[in-house]
């Protein structure tokens, strides 16, 4: 019966209100989370169970997810289901506090960690890619990433203009399941904004959901209206179809230099990503199939050219930065020799937050009304009145999102501060305030818990970049720590061999064990980040550490 109504592949619909229909709540946040992951407001391709980021999935097969449901809906609180790569593959036997889930997936001994050996297996249906939180179950939808990509192009303003980014143009690809959060952070950061993608459906989905102001499928018509918004210092934002290396060339021969240049393409999967230049989708998805060797070599080829084109905007003066998708890399094996003099946004923007244990922190309302959500905003600023860039961010969201499934939030927030929104949080669940309980998680790309020297970890200070105890100690802290479920992941969003990581999430259902999980889990899990940065040297973690009593 709940499968018919509630998980009848391919729709997938989490049900909401107060009323359980596992044994608990730990299982039915579980339950409700991943049935979230799924849905079609939510999931890119529910069908194939893809969330985002290229073929990251909740499941591995129709089958797989089916039973992942049975056994959420019967488990107790002294079992923890174990989850690998997508296949529910045992049970066993823990206590209240532990993880109710136990999840790894796409994970490969170093040595045969490539998309090559991951595809053969892939195919022989004996794993899944998991990215970062599809194969978690703590996708949000897109707005999981806005406030991140937010504030990196703020930075990227207060560092190199002036903390203005009105008539400034900011040119990207990709407009998928997380670049698809680029238009809505650039013009709430002020800018103008025209991102191009190949797939004109990923921009009608913008459209939908309101990240995007407008789509077109003419180069002529999107240059026109960006450089009028640029001039009139209008902050809209352009979706046009086609492909980036193209919409690159063109305005290198327009001489048109965008200030800021990114780009979000699936670039960290060669072959089921990033889509090679001339071909249309139709052509790539059948060459895809018939000739992965060859359609690898064109992708490799098409990046290549594409961060050329990137270069040599660079030269002229555009503020230039890799996105997190592993381009520089692709375009190196493509023959892109100077792919690396493009800098990471980690070290860049984002390491200073990372230092005092801030990142994506994020919550869902179980109850499915927004309202919850209105109630979690408004007790955040009367906790924190002093943290005026967070309450204005919160403004900002409130008036632009667009919820998709499961009403939801993210907000980054740092030491300590993770640990009082949780019990308070957990308050509002025991007093009633809100109509079910509420799910906290976070992203993987976080200060303590990846290790990716590509991204998150790129040009640490003592050039521990590729060191992966951390997210490994991060994993466990947060097991130890009592988080409702737990992951550890390999590849994210960067691909097989150049990450790996962890994620975790924990429910607020009112109780006392809640309070006493969410107190340990949102001290440990930031504390990772610190500790993380001090090691390295970082003298602002150092500073943190003291300031909150770490051991360090
Ligand atoms: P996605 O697969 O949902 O979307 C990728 C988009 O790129 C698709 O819409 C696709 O049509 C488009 N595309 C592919 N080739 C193209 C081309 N040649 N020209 C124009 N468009 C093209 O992926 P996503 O979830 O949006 O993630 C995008 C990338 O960013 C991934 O590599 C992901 O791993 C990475 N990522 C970065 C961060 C971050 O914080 N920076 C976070 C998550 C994911």
């Given at each position: 019966e709940f499968i018919q109504k509630y998980a009848n592949h391919p729709t997938y619909i989490p049900p909401r209100g107060p009323q359980l229909h596992a044994r608990n709540w730990q299982a039915e946040a579980a339950l409700r989370m991943f049935l979230n992951n799924l849905t079609d407001e939510v999931a890119e391709d529910p069908k194939r169970l893809v969330v985002y980021g290229g073929i990251g999935q909740a499941a591995r097969t129709p089958e797989d997810a089916r039973k992942i449901i049975e056994v959420l809906l019967t488990l107790e609180e002294d079992e923890s289901l174990l989850v690998q790569s997508g296949k529910p593959v045992g049970k066993v036997r823990t206590h209240p506090e532990a993880p109710r889930v136990l999840i790894a997936n796409s994970n490969l001994v170093p040595h045969w960690a490539t998309w090559e050996h991951f595809n053969?297996?892939?195919?022989?249906?004996?794993?899944?890619?998991?990215?970062?939180?599809?194969?978690?179950?703590?996708?949000?939808?897109?707005?999981?990433?806005?406030?991140?990509t937010y504030e990196t192009f703020a930075a990227c303003g207060r560092i190199h203009f002036n903390g203005d980014l009105r008539h400034k143009l900011l040119v990207t690809g990709g407009l998928g399941g997380m670049g698809g959060a680029q238009p809505l952070a650039a013009t709430i950061a002020g800018a103008t904004f025209l991102g191009v993608d190949v797939d004109p459906e990923r921009i009608k989905k913008r459209l939908e959901t309101r990240y995007i102001d407008r789509m077109t499928y003419n180069y002529e018509e999107a240059k026109k209206w960006v450089?009028?918004?640029?001039?009139?210092?209008?902050?809209?934002?352009?979706?046009?179809v086609g492909d980036i290396g193209d919409v690159l060339e063109?305005?290198?021969?327009?001489?048109?230099?965008?200030?800021?240049?990114?780009?979000?393409?699936?670039?960290?999967?060669p072959i089921n990503g990033y889509v090679p230049n001339g071909l249309s989708l139709e052509e790539a998805a059948l060459l895809r199939l018939s000739d992965p060797a060859a359609y690898k070599v064109q992708a490799l080829q098409s990046m290549a050219r594409h961060v050329g084109f990137m270069l040599e905007l660079q030269r002229r003066g555009s503020r230039t930065f890799d996105y997190g998708n592993n381009l520089r890399e692709f375009a190196k094996q493509g023959g892109e020799a100077d792919a690396f003099n493009i800098p990471g946004f980690v070290p860049e923007y984002v390491r200073p937050l990372f230092c005092e244990g801030k990142g994506p922190f994020r919550w869902a309302a179980l109850s499915g009304d927004p309202?919850?959500?209105?109630?979690?905003?408004?007790?955040?600023?009367?906790?924190?009145?002093e943290n005026t860039h967070m309450i204005?961010?919160?403004?900002?969201?409130?008036e632009k999102v667009a919820f998709q499934g499961l009403p939801c939030r993210i907000c980054w927030l740092g030491m300590g501060e993770r640990e009082k929104a949780g019990l308070l949080f957990n308050q509002l669940v025991r007093e009633g305030k809100v109509k079910a309980p509420i799910v906290i998680g976070r992203d993987h790309l976080d200060c303590g818990s990846v290790a990716s020297p590509y991204r998150e970890t790129?040009?640490?200070?003592?050039?521990s970049d590729a060191v992966s105890d951390w997210p490994l100690l991060n994993l466990m802290a947060n097991t130890a720590g009592g988080a409702t479920w737990v992951s550890f992941h390999h590849g994210g969003g960067v691909g097989?061999?150049?990450?790996?990581?962890?994620?975790?999430?924990?429910?607020?259902?009112?109780?006392d064990r809640a309070d006493r999980c969410l107190q340990r889990v949102l001290y440990n899990d930031p504390a990772m980040g610190i500790y993380r940065h001090a090691d390295a040297g970082y003298e602002t973690a150092q500073e943190n550490a003291r300031k909150f009593g770490l051991t360090l």
């Open positions: 053969e297996l892939r195919e022989r249906g004996l794993m899944m890619y998991g990215q970062m939180t599809a194969g978690s179950w703590i996708y949000i939808g897109t707005q999981g990433i806005l406030q991140g450089l009028e918004a640029k001039e009139q210092g209008e902050a809209i934002s352009v979706g046009l063109r305005l290198l021969k327009d001489n048109i230099t965008p200030d800021i240049l990114t780009d979000q393409t699936s670039a960290h999967d309202e919850d959500i209105r109630v979690t905003d408004e007790a955040l600023k009367e906790l924190f009145p204005n961010w919160l403004e900002q969201a409130e790129e040009g640490m200070k003592d050039g097989m061999g150049y990450s790996q990581h962890a994620g975790m999430v924990v429910v607020a259902d009112g109780t």
